[in-house]
């Protein structure tokens, strides 16, 4: 072998210097472009584009967040990363609102009630409280732009970053909540289990519309009642693009009806119309029994009008779990298919128990069958044949 003579041997060391100079340079320049957040706290921060088309910076899979809005936990309980919330929209929170609460979400998980509140009103964010609560970000549930300025104002005001998701109508808005849910789940870490949730809605309704592509649409016209939307309404609260008899091919007599709540579907009919439409089966969304004068229910057995209508004198009436409570229960409406897919296709569904088949429904969305809870909070009506001779 060779030997280096005492020039080769130090040309041969400062190369070697040279080589370990520069790759100390090479890992320092890689951890600069690796770690987007210049702030100093150490946190990787990533640029989402929130619901509403907000260029948003915030922590890389933060470990404390904030969320408001109306039914704004619903997506967060779906997620799976309760545990990480810090603050919560006053309806959540408040034990109070909702005595006989149908919110599968809320059922769920009794825990969101302690956490504490951001503000003292629905959608209402109190800068200090969320100070206070120092979360790493706030999710802030919004159904138009309206709500962008109220975000930017936050932001501006906390530093804390804030990003806008969608909180809407599935049967129209289908794109839009999975694209929330997506992106919510791309922050957190939760991308699988978004896609799992997307896939389980669709083979659901895939389920459904199999059941049934082989016979005839229903010949009878239907009619969802009692339909909430800012609170509990009578029989003229219903929903022109109502998800079960969407999927169900069903004869909605208030199909085209203008919506008065885009994000929902709900639409305030007159007695007079329904009167003229006179459908021949009614279903009643159980959210009625909340409100004044006991809503539907009570208007079908004591109203002389509601009484000569074809579906109370044949008894075809029957009460669903309510879709609509403090935003949209997306998973309720995929329940109810089940049930009103029996008293319609009563063929093709035979094998179905509708209550099984919800809690099969919460226990996956939610994490817990709470039918019997809903059931039990609705004073049993759920999922029965409408009796109004009692």
């Not at 694209?179 to 699988?192: A, F």
């Amino acid at each position: 072998m060779k030997k280096l003579n005492r020039n080769s041997f130090q040309t041969v060391k400062k190369a070697g210097l040279m080589a370990v100079l520069i790759l100390l340079l090479f890992v320092s320049f890689s951890g600069c472009i690796g770690n987007s957040d210049n702030s100093g706290s150490g946190k990787d921060t990533i640029t989402v584009t929130d619901a509403f088309g907000r260029t948003v910076e915030v922590p890389d899979n933060p470990e404390k967040i904030a969320v408001s809005g109306s039914g704004s936990m619903r997506y967060f309980v779906y997620l799976g990363v309760i545990d990480r919330v810090v603050a919560v929209d006053y309806q959540d929170n408040s034990s109070n609102l909702m005595p006989k609460d149908k919110r599968p979400y809320a059922l769920a998980h009794p825990e969101i009630k302690e956490k504490p509140l951001l503000g003292t009103s629905k959608g209402l964010v109190d800068a200090e409280k969320l100070l206070a609560a120092n979360p790493d970000v706030l999710f802030y549930s919004a159904t138009s732009s309206n709500d962008i300025a109220a975000a930017d104002q936050i932001q501006s005001k906390t530093g804390i970053p804030v990003v806008l998701f969608y909180n809407g109508n599935y049967v129209t808005e289908k794109d839009k909540i999975d694209e929330t849910l997506l992106m919510i789940g791309k922050i957190l870490h939760k991308e699988q289990r978004a896609q799992d949730i997307i896939q389980y809605f669709e083979t659901t309704a895939a389920d459904l519309t199999n059941r049934i592509k082989d016979v005839p649409a229903s010949n009878k016209t239907v009619f969802v009642g009692g339909v909430a939307y800012n609170g509990p309404h009578g029989l003229n609260g219903t929903n022109p693009i109502y998800m079960p008899f969407e999927i169900l091919n069903a004869d909605n007599v208030a199909a085209g009806v203008p919506l008065s709540g885009p994000s929902t579907g709900y639409a305030l009919v007159s007695k007079e119309i329904i009167l003229e439409w006179d459908p021949e089966i009614i279903f009643v969304d159980v959210e009625t029994v909340t409100a004044a004068g006991g809503g539907a229910f009570v208007e079908l057995k004591n109203d002389p009008s509601y009484k000569g209508l074809s579906a109370a004198k044949s008894g075809e009436i029957y009460a669903v779990n309510p879709h609509t409570s403090m935003g949209v229960n997306h998973e309720t409406a995929l329940a109810n298919c089940y049930y009103i897919g029996k008293i319609l296709y009563p063929e093709q569904f035979k094998d179905v128990d509708p209550a099984e088949k919800a809690d099969e429904i919460y226990t996956f969305i939610v994490g817990k069958p709470v039918f019997n809870q809903i059931k039990q909070n609705a004073d049993g009506l759920s999922y029965t044949k409408v009796n109004l001779t009692k």
